[in-house]
């Protein structure tokens, strides 16, 4: 059991059977009445966000999740599979679990599969991917002046918008959480 008066950014609780992180927090004391906390809760299978208010002190269940490192090998056309590091178990995971970080799962990259009560309920990919642009409009010369940006179809899939001057062939970084483009690499 945690308080709510031990409530950090991070923190995961079990709220009617659902793992959820704290994203936010705030210890309210007003002038009259009693202490409260006001949170933001994101639920890690599903990723939304519930705004919910404890009385202070308030004690939930905590709930205990495992992380664990695998790399991710190939999609069979039903599910992802990747390969726990240590016994070399393979594990298929389904599309609808991955969510939509699986625009940009490369072959042998490395993510955290998030377990709850045993069951998988997510993968965590890193927050920044390097891709492979394979599909873009050639870059017009002065194109840069204006700003503006282009879509260009990455090696997994996935469409980003990006600066006129990238081109077919260039590696780029990618916020796997935004997706939107950073840098060429």
Request: glycine fraction near 10%.
């Amino acid at each position: 059991m945690i308080s709510t008066n031990d409530f950090k950014t991070g923190v995961s609780v079990e709220i009617d059977g659902d793992a959820y992180v704290v994203v936010d927090f705030q210890h309210v004391k007003p002038g009259k009445g009693s202490a409260f906390v006001r949170t933001k809760l994101k639920n890690v299978r599903t990723g939304n966000v519930l705004e919910k208010t404890f009385n202070a002190g308030e004690k939930l269940p905590k709930a205990h999740l495992q992380r664990k490192e695998m790399q991710y090998l190939y999609n069979d056309g039903e599910a992802y599979i990747f390969m726990d590091l240590e016994s070399f178990d393979q594990l298929p995971i389904t599309e609808q679990q991955m969510g939509d970080k699986v625009k940009y799962l490369k072959e042998n990259m490395n993510a955290f599969v998030l377990f709850f009560q045993g069951n998988i309920i997510g993968v965590d990919i890193p927050g920044q991917v390097t891709l492979e642009v394979v599909d873009t409009e050639p870059s017009i010369k002065g194109g840069t002046a204006s700003g503006g940006s282009k879509p260009a179809t990455l090696e997994t899939g996935a469409i980003v918008r990006v600066p006129f001057f990238v081109n077919v062939g260039d590696q780029i970084r990618v916020n796997t959480e935004t997706g939107e483009y950073i840098e060429r690499a």
